[in-house]
């Protein structure tokens, strides 16, 4: 398995430009989640899902869009890109081990380095 | 609103000591606390979780505690190596215990000095 894999690692935008952080995972996990890294503030929670079709607002969504359409893949969308969106970002998956009973970890991406000036 | 700090920035400790990192939490009551590694440039790895109702758990050189009346886990590396040299970062879990709603402390970068 190749787990969690995020493209691209390193992206420049300019302010107002508009990209797509790709991040799928192949484990067949229901949970997936975004975070950004911030120097000194740790991982935040910007969106995550609990299946396909199924996604709900984290700690700072403003600025960013989410959808899941399928079970692998859980894009995040920048629709006009700030300065203040300058961060490291993390995508990541979990699971629920049966019979309702939770207590799993997180797997993370390698991260989207974004830079935008 | 949640707060969650971890003790210092920055630690330095001689190869063969003890780390201890410490992660406290003020206006929050998780039933899970999870602790990751991560390298730079590398995503988070977890290493250990600890539920509400389990004082203490341990994994190879590795052990955690969880104490919900101070509102604090500790997080100890026994013998440690230079290997062991990372950013350490506490997680809280809200009831869900599925990790898909993680409140991260900001780390504390461990470098342990052959």
């Known amino acids: 398995n190749a787990g969690v894999t995020q493209t691209p690692k390193f992206q420049v935008l300019k302010t107002g430009q508009s990209m797509t952080l790709q991040c799928a995972q192949d484990?067949?996990?229901?949970?997936m989640s975004w975070y950004r890294q911030d120097p000194g503030m740790g991982l935040r929670l910007i969106h995550y899902?609990?299946?396909?079709?199924?996604?709900d607002q984290g700690e700072v969504p403003n600025g960013y869009n989410v959808s899941r359409s399928t079970t692998e893949d859980f894009p995040l969308r920048l629709l006009s890109a700030a300065p203040s969106q300058t961060s490291v970002y993390f995508c990541?998956?979990?699971?629920?081990?049966?019979?309702?009973?939770?207590?799993?970890?997180?797997?993370f991406g390698q991260g989207t380095r974004l830079t935008v000036v | 609103s949640q707060k969650i700090e971890q003790n210092s920035e920055a630690l330095n400790i001689q190869e063969g000591k003890t780390a201890t990192l410490t992660c406290n939490y003020t206006?929050?009551?998780?039933?899970?606390l999870q602790w990751y590694r991560q390298d730079p440039g590398r995503g988070p790895v977890f290493l250990l979780l600890?539920?509400?109702?389990?004082k203490e758990k341990r994994k190879e050189r590795l052990k955690v505690t969880f104490d919900t009346t101070l509102k604090q886990s500790l997080f100890h590396i026994t013998a440690s190596q230079p290997a062991d040299s990372a950013t350490y970062l506490c997680?809280?879990?809200?009831?869900?215990?599925?990790?898909?709603?993680?409140?991260f402390g900001s780390g504390t970068q461990l470098t342990v000095l052959p």
């Open positions: 600890i539920r509400e109702n389990e």
């Open positions: 997680a809280l879990d809200p009831s869900s215990g599925s990790a898909r709603q993680l409140t």
């Open positions: 899902s609990v299946g396909a079709g199924i996604t």
């Open positions: 484990m067949n996990h229901e949970y």
């Open positions: 990541a998956s979990s699971y629920s081990n049966g019979w309702g009973v939770m207590n799993t970890e997180a797997f």
């Open positions: 206006n929050y009551s998780p039933a899970y």
